[in-house]
């Protein structure tokens, strides 16, 4: 079955670096585009950005510009989130999410992974 | 993020209908059908309940069914079950170059 596992939680402080993965399976990776949404405790989902597997073009969510970066390895299915600079205020669970139709954006997110807490703090 | 409007919470009994509307302008819901909404339980990760304003995912009740009329999208529920408490978020895309996807804030369902 269609599948993303991430990696599991993370403790960082103030000013560090997190990098997330999400491992898919079940599909063929490059056909579709990949999501990551972050949701704050307490707080509806907020989109990141997306990626296209198969070219590595990216879009990012203009708030995120400069902080976060989207890769992606084909050759074993992982893609990978980068947030820098990291403050109190990106304590959240990551999520990565594909889009359900093949070949671009339809809004249309299934599966989400299993989701990956970060916690910030000094 | 301009987030897309939706009720804090709604409610209802076994049995009833509830709908959860999600207002936009039209830079999203109003310009496209590319309405999506998520069923979500706590600790658990989002579920796509409709997407694309109305259509179903395979294994998704009948119960659950959308629509939109202008700027804005709505949700209903029918029959309400117990196990339909959660939170829902509806999702759009947008034309907006600082934020292409946008989500609602989020409307948490008591079943009475």
């Known amino acids: 079955q269609v599948q993303l596992v991430q990696s599991g939680a993370e403790l960082k402080r103030p000013g560090a670096s997190v990098r997330v993965s999400c491992k898919a399976s079940g599909y063929t990776f490059t056909s579709y585009y990949l999501h990551w949404v972050r949701q704050a405790p307490g707080q509806g989902p907020e989109w990141m950005g997306w990626?296209?597997?198969?070219?590595?073009?990216?879009t990012y969510a203009q708030k995120f510009h400069g902080r976060v970066t989207l890769t992606r390895v084909p050759s074993i299915s992982t893609a990978y989130m980068e947030l820098t600079w990291l403050t109190s205020d990106d304590t959240a669970v990551y999520y990565c999410?594909?889009?359900?139709?093949?070949?671009?954006?339809?809004?249309?997110?299934?599966?989400w992974g299993q989701g990956t807490l970060v916690t910030v703090s000094s | 993020q301009s987030a897309l409007t939706q009720p804090a919470s709604v409610s209802g009994s076994p049995g009833q209908s509830i709908t959860v509307s999600c207002t936009g302008t039209s830079s999203d819901v109003g310009s496209y059908d590319l309405v999506s909404w998520y069923q979500q339980h706590p600790g658990k990760a989002p579920k796509l309940m409709i997407y694309?304003?109305?259509k179903r995912p395979s294994g998704v009740s009948t119960r659950f069914s959308g629509s939109k009329s202008g700027n804005t999208a709505s949700l209903t529920i029918s029959g309400l079950q117990a196990e339909d408490e959660a939170d829902y978020y509806c999702?759009?895309?947008?034309?907006?170059?600082?934020?292409?996807?946008?989500f609602g804030g989020g409307t948490k369902l008591t079943v009475l």
């Open positions: 999410t594909r889009d359900a139709d093949p070949g671009g954006i339809y809004v249309r997110f299934d599966p």
């Open positions: 694309e304003v109305s």
């Open positions: 999702c759009s895309y947008a034309s907006s170059s600082t934020f292409p996807v946008v």
């Open positions: 990626i296209n597997p198969n070219t590595g073009d990216t």
